[in-house]
């Protein structure tokens, strides 16, 4: 076939795009503008299509809109961060939001991720209650579901698995099969799925795996391990090879990787016509395969010593080198001894060419693998050279003898180094301000993860290298311009950790920043204002009255957002009717509400603000059904589970801790977590804990477990481990507590559910205790005791007269 004509190189897309940037930003210099191209776009093929649609309109840079490659929203979101004044961030066709990336597509159109999450919700309701809220999985039957709704709440999955596999696992016990079911998923309802899949096909355990899902691929390894003799890890039914089988073929069956490559993706190359692993695609969709993708002319770049434009290489610091000009580093191979060019160089195990294609039986393991190391005894691979004294070497700074981490230097001075290049100013000194960064990230007790976390290319590694310079300033408004990611926030709570930063409330700063957004949402000015006017004076003063200086949690800015987003909805569709709500009526409210969407009940805040106002009247929105209470536990079966945390040493102790907690005394999880370390007081009597007005004492294994807790806790993260937490149950950061939601599911994945032993509790001691003393000693109110013994009452009341 005749090979296509050639297209310019990636140097040239790269020189083009320099080009037209200048031309709207000249005070840009060319270096800044290459940094932010190589940061936004890391592979040639994107800026190949960055190029086209820059050539064919650059007002792409300018225009606001949503138009061309998601590489335009990259390239200007990282332009405006490096100082450009003139380019204009694309806004959302739907929400007009300017900082979210527009990555996501509908009808054509590119929209943020809000907009598309919330597109999916409206347009795929509970098919149970039809909630549009937290639709996030699917029933028996594949039909859509919301969390609320979620089939299998009140089982136990584990437990339904145990009684599957116990018949095809003799001599093993239920705890090891326990252990191993939740090792293969942490998750309680993709085990409840896998039980569903057992149920429907049984031999999926014994050699039908292939026809089976992921989750269940892990549960039949997991069960391997520990020597279920009955289960069957199938091989690949296309080699006949054991090998983990991640893909699923065309016919739905499960392959390997390799039968995947060679059969499920190939097709004609459009090149040299041959039928092959497709590699790549052009920019018209056709297959290339390896060989042609390779000699493309469009992936060449000019080669920094012969000048000439070549296939890459080698990237290196001095620039680009192509294959012909590259050469290994000259070193001692660590395998045959010889000086010869090395891979590795940089390692404590540097292996010439030769050796490293070769492969020796592990003497420590008996693993055939690449080995890394030599001894007199035999070769070692990756694994045990890393636990043999061969691998000690001398650091080149500290002079100890152990592991180096790379260039010669150990895991402590590497990190050092790593900090001081990324930290330090135009001075070549550190930033004043930024000093206790610099202490935090270099006193860890795992230096380890730090040079992980502040590898290159990661985005924290990047903003870190900003902040060293004088030309973005140590705020909060610095991180917020890279938008909210995990990676932000991560940085962002380490800069506060370290007092680099003053601490904020996140979650009122990401309220406000939102509400700011769904009120510009509204077109119309006299519509937009009674709505700015709710969110002010309504909502926003209630929650800061509430709040009283205290952080917001997350559920609480989570309702005002839910209102004032109904709010606005329900104001925009009255102007589609042709009117607004000082004109509307009851009739209006009423198709509003019986659209089938849930979650329009959540205007009655503000219809009911509006009413008192006198922006509307006789208009009224009923509150929301309520939800049937969770009823409690046997109590046989809770008492059961508190000897079960009493008592099992393989549960995580703050777990044991926390479950008790509920099952003993009633306590809410959202109040575990609040549960600092000064109300664990120790006296010659035994451990209290300060629950309500007044200590109580806990018995004896329960006290002894809280104080081990108080001495034990500390945050998750490695950065700031050192540092003292004010909580009982420390998050990730010293300064936080444990989110409830994740202590909630880890409870679960235990089999153990808050809501109904929380209740069996409450209905024992309201039955048992007057309604004073438990609100003195467990901080109950008494109007909720009250509640549970006028229950227990009427229910009481309820059986009596069904037996007459």
């Not at 907009?115 to 209650?129: E, G, L, V, Y």
């Not at 260039?407 to 990324?422: D, F, I, K, T, W």
């Not at 506060?496 to 077109?523: F, H, K, N, Y």
């Not at 990730?732 to 153990?752: C, E, M, T, V």
Request: one cysteine or more; a positive charge.
């Amino acid at each position: 076939m005749t090979s296509p004509a050639p297209l310019p190189s990636s140097q040239e897309d790269a020189d083009a795009i320099v080009v037209i940037v200048r031309g709207v930003e000249p005070r840009l210099q060319e270096s800044v503008i290459r940094n932010a191209l190589a940061t936004s776009c890391v592979s040639r093929a994107k800026r190949r299509r960055l190029a086209r649609a820059l050539e064919s309109d650059p007002g792409l840079l300018t225009c606001g809109r949503a138009e061309g490659p998601v590489a335009v929203d990259q390239l200007i979101h990282a332009l405006i961060a490096a100082g450009a004044r003139r380019l204009v961030a694309p806004q959302c066709p739907i929400c007009g939001n300017q900082e979210a990336m527009l990555t996501e597509r509908l009808d054509g159109k590119r929209i943020c991720q809000t907009c598309k999450t919330s597109f999916r919700a409206n347009t795929r309701p509970c098919s149970s209650c039809g909630s549009a809220l937290n639709v996030n999985c699917r029933d028996r039957q594949g039909r859509p579901v919301c969390r609320s709704c979620r089939p299998g709440d009140g089982e136990d999955p584990v437990g339904r698995l145990v009684d599957q596999v116990q018949p095809l696992a003799p001599g093993l016990t239920a705890e090891q099969l326990q252990t191993a079911i939740g090792a293969s998923n942490k998750q309680s309802y993709a085990l409840l799925k896998v039980s569903w899949e057992i149920e429907d096909r049984p031999a999926l355990l014994t050699g039908e795996g292939a026809h089976g899902t992921p989750h269940l691929m892990r549960l039949l390894v997991e069960l391997q391990k520990i020597g279920a003799s009955g289960i069957v890890v199938p091989d690949c039914p296309s080699c006949s090879h054991t090998r983990p089988l991640l893909f699923r073929a065309k016919n739905g069956i499960r392959i390997c990787r390799r039968c995947y490559d060679s059969e499920q993706r190939t097709e004609p190359c459009t090149t040299c016509g041959k039928t092959r692993t497709v590699v790549s695609r052009t920019e018209g969709g056709a297959a290339r395969c390896g060989s042609c993708t390779a000699r493309d002319p469009k992936n060449f770049e000019e080669c920094v010593r012969c000048h000439n434009v070549r296939a890459v290489g080698r990237r290196t610091s001095g620039g680009t080198l192509c294959k012909a000009c590259y050469r290994l580093p000259v070193d001692l191979c660590s395998l045959c001894g010889r000086r010869r060019p090395c891979l590795g160089a940089s390692t404590p195990t540097p292996r010439c060419e030769s050796c490293y294609q070769q492969k020796h039986q592990c003497h420590h393991c008996g693993k055939t693998h690449r080995p890394r190391a030599r001894i007199p005894e035999g070769y070692l691979c990756q694994t045990c050279f890393r636990k043999s004294p061969v691998a000690l070497r001398t650091c080149s700074n500290c002079e100890e003898v152990t592991v180096l981490w790379h260039r010669g230097l150990c895991s402590r001075c590497a990190v050092h180094r790593r900090v001081e290049e990324l930290l330090h100013g135009p001075d070549d000194t550190i930033r004043p301000g930024l000093e206790t960064v610099f202490d935090t990230l270099t006193t860890v007790d795992d230096p380890k993860a730090v040079l992980t976390w502040l590898t290159p290319r990661r985005k924290a590694t990047a903003i870190l290298a900003q902040l060293g310079t004088d030309g973005f300033p140590v705020e909060h408004t610095t991180l917020d311009q890279h938008g909210r990611s995990p990676a932000v926030d991560h940085l962002r709570n380490v800069l506060v950790m370290a007092g680099a930063l003053p601490r904020r409330d996140e979650q009122m700063t990401g309220l406000t920043r939102s509400l700011e957004e769904i009120c510009s949402s509204v077109e119309h000015a006299d519509d937009r204002k009674l709505l700015q006017a709710f969110t002010q004076w309504d909502q926003l003063s209630r929650l800061r009255h509430r709040l009283a200086g205290q952080m917001a949690t997350y559920n609480q800015v989570d309702t005002v957002r839910v209102q004032v987003k109904e709010a606005a909805r329900l104001i925009t569709w009255l102007r589609a009717l042709g009117t607004d709500l000082s004109n509307c009526t009851q009739h209006e409210i009423d198709l509003w509400l019986s659209d089938g969407r849930s979650v329009h009940v959540h205007a009655r805040a503000f219809v009911k603000w509006a009413v008192k106002h006198h922006h509307a009247s006789g208009l009224e929105i009923p509150p929301p059904a309520r939800m049937n209470p969770t009823p409690p536990l046997d109590n046989e079966k809770r008492i059961e589970i508190a000897n079960r945390l009493m008592g099992d040493t393989t549960i995580a102790l703050d777990l044991r801790v926390a479950g008790l907690l509920i099952v003993l005394f009633a306590q809410a999880a959202a109040n575990i977590v609040q549960i600092r370390s000064h109300q664990v007081i120790r006296t010659d009597t035994g451990v209290h804990l300060a629950l309500g007005r007044e200590p109580v004492c806990l018995p004896g294994e329960l006290g002894i477990l809280v104080g081990r807790l108080a001495e034990s806790r500390r945050p998750s993260a490695h950065i700031g481990r050192g540092n003292p937490s004010p909580w009982l149950f420390p998050g990730r950061f010293p300064a936080q507590h444990r989110n409830s939601a994740s202590l909630l599911d880890r409870l679960k994945d235990l089999g153990i559910y808050a809501r109904p032993n929380q209740h069996s509790a409450m209905r024992e001691l309201s039955s048992d205790l007057p309604e004073a003393v438990i609100n003195r000693l467990l901080g109950i109110s008494i109007t909720s005791v009250d509640r549970w013994r006028a229950g227990g009452q009427y229910g009481a009341y309820a059986a009596n007269v069904a037996r007459r």
